[in-house]
């Protein structure tokens, strides 16, 4: 009898502890405080390293691999659409930047870097949009908020070329 409650004890300890008890599902205790691999995170590692040297083809190539092996990554897919828009892969740097935002539709990120992308390519429609669900997503006082909010405004001061 002593046996089988300290069994149960340990077994409700135990259950607990991975958050079964508490609704919270078998692995969210465990999950939580370090949700992506070290391989993953080396990875990311690398590809931001490069990206701080300005070594967009490294940075390409790595973001590239990684996420081939995490295809559901939206950060690592806004790192790649910015690392390609750099090294001027412009339609590529726009099919990153779009399945960032297909992962996370609130990638403030991936908003703001697109807009800027839109402006390069003359739609500020577009650019304008993004900003909009930036407001939208963070208001008119977050980083990339205010980034894309000066890009637009620099490009409306920019001269236009006449061809």
Same mark, same amino acid.
């Given at each position: 009898?002593? @046996?089988?409650?300290?069994?149960?004890?340990? %077994?409700?300890?135990?259950?607990?502890?991975?958050? /079964?008890?508490?609704?919270?599902?078998? /692995?969210?205790?465990?999950?939580?405080?370090?949700?992506?691999?070290?391989?993953?995170?080396? @990875?990311?590692? +690398?590809?931001?390293?490069?990206?701080?040297?300005?070594?967009?083809?490294?940075?390409?190539?790595?973001?590239?691999?990684?996420?081939?092996?995490?295809?559901? +990554?939206?950060?690592?897919?806004? %790192?790649?659409?910015?690392?390609?828009?750099?090294?001027?892969?412009?339609? &590529?740097?726009?099919?990153?930047?779009?399945?960032?935002?297909?992962?996370?539709?609130?990638?403030?990120?991936?908003?703001?870097?697109?807009?800027?992308?839109?402006?390069? !390519?003359?739609?500020?429609?577009?650019? %304008?949009?993004?900003?909009?669900? !930036?407001?939208?997503?963070?208001?008119?006082?977050?980083?990339?908020?205010?980034? %894309? $909010?000066?890009?637009? +405004?620099?490009?409306? &001061?920019?001269?236009? $070329?006449?061809?």
């Amino acid at each position: 009898m002593h @046996s089988d409650r300290h069994f149960a004890h340990g %077994l409700a300890r135990y259950l607990l502890a991975l958050g /079964l008890l508490a609704g919270a599902g078998p /692995l969210a205790a465990v999950d939580v405080p370090n949700r992506n691999s070290p391989v993953e995170e080396r @990875s990311m590692r +690398d590809a931001r390293v490069a990206l701080a040297a300005s070594q967009w083809t490294q940075a390409v190539e790595l973001l590239q691999a990684h996420v081939r092996v995490y295809p559901e +990554d939206a950060d690592a897919f806004n %790192l790649l659409g910015y690392s390609l828009r750099q090294s001027g892969q412009r339609t &590529a740097s726009q099919t990153a930047y779009e399945r960032a935002l297909q992962i996370d539709p609130a990638h403030r990120g991936a908003h703001e870097y697109m807009g800027e992308l839109m402006l390069t !390519l003359g739609r500020r429609d577009r650019a %304008l949009f993004h900003l909009g669900e !930036l407001e939208r997503l963070c208001g008119t006082s977050c980083q990339e908020y205010l980034q %894309l $909010k000066r890009a637009v +405004d620099g490009a409306n &001061a920019a001269p236009t $070329k006449r061809w």
